[in-house]
């Protein structure tokens, strides 16, 4: 199982909120390109880049950060979204060596268009669906839409996304543990890999993942855990592997 660093970028600085709320951060580092080559060197196989200002403009706001960011690790995936709303964007971050885009808001609103994202760019999509009670959030989380999570993730794994990510937003950036039930219900409900985020705060919850590898959970991402020190990312890795080792 991956566990994948999260790097958040508000005004240019690496950030963590707190269940999504814009006004209730944390500022972690001045600079992010910084920060990203430390979790390179603590052995991360990917990273994960969110936009917050990008998610609630509909628009990139950090996207130099980002191709900076890209340009310094040439050989490490980064997954990144946050204000992808175009295809003219897409090109543009796998044109600054960005791996793979993430689609939230707009894959809700406009599921036609992960359907020709995922046709236009074969290999790179992954939607990310952030869910309370079952229900999928849009627009950085500040309205629930109707729909259903599980329902919706089959409808892109039949367009072709490459995988999930499954966030919690009741336990993002609150350290309160990961809801492992979901995201194994949400993974053995469809094909592609999910990957889990929202509460990782230990080791505690890396092994409550792994135990539950077999229901197609392949990566975690965390982010205030590792900032704040509650759970050390070359450990927690370390882990992650030995256990896959022993399923």
């Known amino acids: 199982m991956l566990l994948i660093p999260a790097i958040d970028l508000k005004d240019g600085k690496c950030v963590r909120l707190r269940q999504g709320r814009m006004d209730d951060e944390t500022v972690f580092s001045d600079d992010p390109v910084a920060m990203a080559d430390r979790w ?13 200002n990008g998610a609630f403009s509909g628009k990139p706001e950090n996207a130099g950060v980002i191709k ?27 044109d600054a060596g960005v791996q793979y885009v993430i689609f939230g808001t707009k894959a809700v609103n406009a599921p036609h268009f992960v359907s020709d994202m995922c046709a236009e760019f074969p290999g790179h999509v992954i939607v990310g669906l952030d869910a309370k009670d079952g229900k999928v959030a849009i627009d950085g989380w500040s309205k629930l839409s109707h729909h259903d ?13 490459v995988a999930i990510i499954y ?14 039930e979901a995201t194994a219900r949400l993974a053995e409900a469809v094909r592609v890999p999910v990957v889990a ?14 135990q539950q590898r077999d229901s197609g959970i392949t990566g975690a991402i965390t ?20 256990l896959c080792k022993e399923s």
């Open 149 to 161: 999570v599980i329902d919706l993730a089959q409808h892109f794994e039949h367009d072709g996304v």
């Open 68 to 94: 900076c960011i890209a340009e310094n690790h040439p050989d490490l995936p980064i997954q990144v979204g946050g204000g992808i709303r175009d295809e003219d964007t897409v090109q543009a971050y796998l």
């Open 40 to 52: 390179a060197k603590a052995g991360a196989r990917r990273l994960h880049i969110v936009d917050l």
């Open 223 to 242: 982010g205030r855990a590792i900032y704040e020190g509650t759970l050390d990312f070359a450990e927690g890795q370390k882990l992650a592997d030995n």
């Open 197 to 210: 985020s929202g509460g990782i705060k230990t080791l505690d919850d890396i092994r409550a993942l792994c």
């Open 167 to 180: 966030t919690d937003i009741g336990r993002d950036g609150m350290m309160s543990g990961v809801n492992v």
